[in-house]
């Protein structure tokens, strides 16, 4: 039986401050036909990235659940984006609800933002635990968690591995709008009562994910 896949999809790795990284999105479409063409079933949920920044900036006014919906609809078009490029092979709408149990017709099923409260993280952790799927991969813009902000201290160091409680004492347990987090809180609380295992690695380094993607030995951090 193919195995399934549940894919975080850091929408920084979307997006530059300049605006849409095509080249990338062009590799990465390429890479996940591939994958799915060699048998592999993946169920990606898009983040917002700098849009969804942008856009909650943009208006500094709104009620916090306003600011989320703004967010939530910039993952939203983020995965629009994917789906449409990926054809045929992803499914024919983006999925918005993490509680409904899914079934596979086609190899690729894109997710995105679901609710205020709710990232995209969060949405990652509630669509394996609803689908009966133990481990998560992140796809983001580091290629490692650091023992502390390396922008702040330059004492930072990469972690291959990390606990569940190390992890939560590093990123805090609060939420809100736009958060810029390896792994946002609220998600992490989640995935380790559910006893998830995440593998967190840098999005752009394909190769990288392909290994993580076969079990091998991959360049980032794995909590558990």
């Given amino acids: 039986m193919a195995q399934t896949f549940v894919i975080s999809l850091g929408g920084s790795l979307f997006a530059l401050p300049k605006g849409l990284d095509k080249q990338y999105i062009n590799r990465l479409v390429g890479f996940i036909k591939k994958q799915a063409e060699s048998g592999q079933r993946m169920l990606i949920v898009m983040g917002g990235g700098q849009l969804c920044r942008d856009y909650i900036k943009a208006a500094p006014e709104a ?7 703004v967010g ?51 949405v990652a952790v509630m669509i394996a635990r609803t689908n009966g799927i133990r481990s998560i991969i992140n796809m983001t813009n580091v290629d490692y968690v650091y023992s502390a902000d390396p922008k702040k201290d330059r004492s930072a160091r990469p972690l291959s591995e990390i606990t569940w409680t190390d992890f939560k004492r590093l990123v805090g347990g609060k939420w809100q709008p736009g958060l810029n987090s390896p792994f946002d809180p609220i998600a992490s609380k989640l995935a380790a009562s559910e006893k998830m295992q995440v593998d967190i690695l840098n999005g752009r380094n394909l190769q990288n994910l392909a290994a993580c993607l076969s079990g091998r030995s991959f360049k980032g951090t794995r909590i558990e």
């Fill in 63 to 69: 009620r916090r659940d306003d600011q989320d919906w």
């Fill in 72 to 122: 939530i609809m910039s993952t939203r078009l983020n995965a629009e984006l994917l789906r449409a490029k990926l054809g045929a092979l992803a499914y024919h709408e983006v999925v918005i609800d993490p509680t409904r149990k899914l079934s596979f017709r086609q190899p690729i099923i894109i997710a995105a933002g679901y609710k205020p409260g709710w990232s995209t993280d969060y």
